[in-house]
């Protein structure tokens, strides 16, 4: 969730840019990833949770025109629903707006005219899904303004094909339905196949650490879509609709697999029964387990998937020394820059965190950020039509 000064930020500007009050605000958190990555797309499991920082959307009825403000980039987007609603072209903010409106438009959740400002305080290119979050910020704030009481996992799909369509990006479900249906306190377990969402309960004594590598990453830019390419001809080979179907024996003995295709496939394949392994861990309080699966996972993107970088290496080295037995660390995203997850007592924070700083030194030259956070609930209207 965003921070209160966050919601005062849009409220004024708000007021400032169309004058008066919206006639509703709607806010949708960003996420980090305590397991399961590059699972989501290979129809498998996630273990993620929703940060206390979000994208926070204020939104009024207007005319036949809708005026998009930006607050944090001072930019603004206007176009009306006559006309087809088309990309802004590669790397542009309003994709993500543009393409959740189209999403909405076509399932009649949208009113002709509006004016909607929009700020937020999730971290961008630090693979803490702040593009996750906006798409569904602004989508709960587009049919809740057309009086339509959005299903939230419906919420997710349409958000993720705004990304997929518009923003360019193919990626899973994952970042934007944990965005939409995240729960105060806990992990939320999801099956990317059926999208059930099961809710696991973070133990009350262990912290979560979220540290930025000082790499800057960008999703569309990175091998991203190369690897979901190479995921789907895997599967391709085996036959099967997606790699959760496969397992580790299939993919080890597949004689024609090129052994790039191997790797690929190996990576998700164990992913996803550490996640499941993970889930159970976590609800049994068992940290020491955790930190194993975090380290394997992390091995696992390293050697077989082929998307770490050596500053992300070199930091979960050092957290992972510093946490020792109970707890973890790993990197956490889509890969090749962003941030590393730690999790581990609440009493080993402090001492960490000294030496994250002391023997850490990101590539940006920049002072290493380094959050604390509790995992907070999913999109919610912070104020409704009246
Ligand atoms: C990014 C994508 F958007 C997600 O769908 C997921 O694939 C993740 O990378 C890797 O697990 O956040």
Redesign the pocket.
Known sequence: MAEQATIERVKAAFADRFGGAPDLIAQAPGRV?LI??????NDGF?LPLAIDRGTVVAARRAGSETVVYAADFDEEDRFTFAERIDDAGPGDWRNYVRGIIAMLVEQEMAPQGMELVIGGDVPQGA?L?S??SLEVAVGLAVASLAGAQIDLTLLAQLA?RA?NEFAG?A??????LVSARAEPEQALLIDCRSLECRPVPLPEHAAVLIVHSGVERG?VDSA?NER?QQCEQAAGHFGILALRDADEGQVESAEELDELARMRARHVVTENARTLDAAEALAGGDMARLGRLMADSHASMRDDFEITVPAIDELVAILQREIGGEGGARMT???FGGCVIALLPQERVDPVIDAVRRDYRPPNGKPVMIHVCRPAAGAALITSLP
Request: hydrophobic fraction near 20%; charged fraction near 20%; aromatic fraction near 8%.
């Open positions: 990833n399961g990555e590059h699972t989501d797309y996630v693979g899904s593009s996750a993720q990304e990006c990626c899973g479900i994952m970042d934007q999703l991203y979901r995203g889509g890969g």
